[in-house]
């Protein structure tokens, strides 16, 4: 669960190692069989767009153009994935697979040698030769590289061997996107900031909260006023010429003038600064990290003759929250600068600059939508969906320039993905929710906040219509739908008072402060829950310290599993909590299928696994009321959360899945899907 470390390891770091051997890759290229090329195709991913959502939004008069689509072509549920987490669905629409075949199933998995939990989608790799040379600094000699650890092929590797004019615009788990020679792509759901988490923000402010040391996803920062002068920074990347590894920082000086209610923010050595009024937005600001200083290292000061890769550049936006009495400045997480990135974040590496030179810098985070700032206090309500709308009214002007520029194209494909219906249902759920435990007063103000997003979206998909001709394959698609969370399930509490887990320590106050399964007796436990949906068998041979026999006895212990989990009941509505334990065997095939979870636990609607179990807590209860902003979720039982399928075209099955899709597109353009890949097309 680290961060993923940014090198050095650019065309900047090149000039200034100036130690690493070079030389000159050549290949040679063999032109592919051509596709069909008179087709063009557009898939536009709304991520999380239920349909009993959409139904009702239409029936309501707000999405005239889907509803002008549906009566054009068809709308049809889509089949999700097991579970249906994001990057388990994407994975199944990219490769045409499932699970098994990509080997993604969580977010989060675990080493069965050491039990530790680890994100699913990408890892960090770093080489630790160094040259020493005095005291805590160093010359690092090879850099970094980010694995994407989703296998499989993608679905536009083949449109690529096919010669397809091909544009992937922030599909989930696609970081870092795959070298191609031909394909344009932006990596999109796994892309980190600058300091290599999902997203750290920076506060700044006069009067932290008393929880600020708890905040998950940001750093709080205690900053004093001298005449009306206060300095911090902005933390960046690890340094890799310091042998701790210590983040790498920028300056900055805020001036604020309470009188007026307005404050200066000037960054680095000054070459930027910004003038915010209470309440406002900055635009895109250069933030530059030195790694040396005027002695040769570390600090903030930039060496008067400094070569070329002695700094990483990245970009933020401020947000004043407050002048007085009280003063609150919000800072994004440091974003890759699509302009100048640090770690590669198109293919073409240089597709991202030539598109913000076309439509200014953008959010290269994969999820930028600040969820953490919303849980954390630092942003009300009011706030996240100020920050959550530009960031939709950013990616629709992304999108209209696709379409303009696929308009004017013979032939291809365009992807294109929003995450906004997500991230927003996600936190806005209790909005419109009255009877959500956390529905409160501030909530209640805000009961139009998702029907405005799909307000928003409807406008894209019209968009897309007006400017495409008829004859384009037009493809409305998501990968999950959505449910209340109303009560959290502590899956591993239950497994621990049901005699399957041993503990170290038992007591209320161990159980309460143990994470990450450190308090554990693994010699003694026989099963353990991991992620948001995945159950394991301790077997024998196979975790470090496994227990369980493999074969008959595991066999016989997921059966009880499966049986005992279906009759789990919520003491407070008398409800089954758990609709369907899928047995791995019978849903996963595919080269990776042995890496899967033993079981997929799949809840009732109203019911989640909790975020405590999901990193291996054990709270007292086995159920708790769910009081969190995170209010409405997906990661529940598969065939209670389809995704939807709309299109210009005529749908021929009742039931298509994900990876029907992914058939579907290279069956229009003739091409022979791979014999991995598990779909019919539906069209």
Sequence with gaps: MGKVGFRLSTKKFAAVAALLAGGALVTSFTAPARAVEHKKMLVVGFDGMDPKQLRRMIDEGLMPNMKRLIAEGDFR??????????????????????????????????????????????????????????????IPLGGGEVLNLREGEAFWEELEKHGVPTT?????????????????????????????????????????????????????????????????????????FHKSGEDSECPITIFRDEENGVAKVVVGDGDDEVLLKTGEWSGWIPVEFYMLDD??????????????????????????????????????????????????????PDWSKEIAEKCGRFYTQGMPEDTKALEGGVFDDGEFLDQATRILEERIGLFKKQVDEFAAQDWGFLFFYFSSLDQQTHMMWRCTDPSHPAADEESAHYPDAIRHIF???????????????????????????????????????????????ALKDPSP??????????NVDWRRTKAYALGING???????????GTVAPGAEREALENELVQKLKELRDPKSGKLAIKEVYKSDDVYSGKYAKNAPDLNVGYNREFRGSNQSA?????????????GKWSGDHCIAADLVPGILVSNRKVRYNDPKLYDLTATILAEFGIDKPSEMIGTPVF
């Design 295 to 348: 002695d040769g290292f570390g600090g903030f000061v930039r060496p008067a003759a400094a070569p070329a890769g002695l700094a990483i550049s990245g970009i933020v936006k401020f947000y004043l929250k407050s002048v007085s009495p009280e003063f609150s400045l919000y800072c994004t997480p440091v974003q890759i600068d699509p302009i100048d990135p640090a770690q590669p974040v198109s293919t073409p």
């Design 615 to 627: 990193l291996g807590e054990f709270p007292m209860e086995w159920f708790s009321d769910n009081t």
């Design 77 to 138: 549920t889509l089949g999700t994935s097991i579970p249906p987490q994001s990057p388990v669905a994407w994975s199944n629409f990219i490769t045409g697979q499932n699970p098994g075949g990509h080997n993604i199933f969580d977010f989060i998995h675990r080493d069965p040698k050491t039990y530790i939990p680890y994100l699913s989608t990408s890892e960090a790799v770093s080489s630790d030769k160094s040259l020493k040379l005095w005291g805590d600094w160093q």
């Design 535 to 545: 159950l394991y068998i301790n077997v024998r041979g196979r975790e470090k310290y």
């Design 455 to 501: 307000e928003r979206l409807d406008y894209a998909v019209g968009y897309a219509r007006e400017h495409l001709s008829d004859d384009v394959d037009l493809v409305i698609m998501s990968d999950h739908g959505f449910a209340p969370w109303y009560r959290e399930v502590h899956l591993n509490s239950w497994l621990y008072d049901n005699g399957y887990i």
């Design 509 to 518: 106050e161990a159980r309460e402060q143990s994470d990450f399964f450190m």
């Design 168 to 240: 992937i615009f922030k599909i989930p788990a696609n970081y870092p996107p795959g070298e191609s020679k031909k394909i344009r792509s932006i990596s999109g759901m796994g892309t980190p900031d600058m300091q290599g988490t999902p997203g750290m923000f920076s506060y700044y402010t006069t009067h932290p909260m008393e929880n600020a040391d708890d905040i998950s996803g940001g750093h709080v920062y205690d900053i004093y006023f001298d005449r009306g002068r206060a300095t911090s920074a902005i933390h960046g990347p690890a340094n890799p």
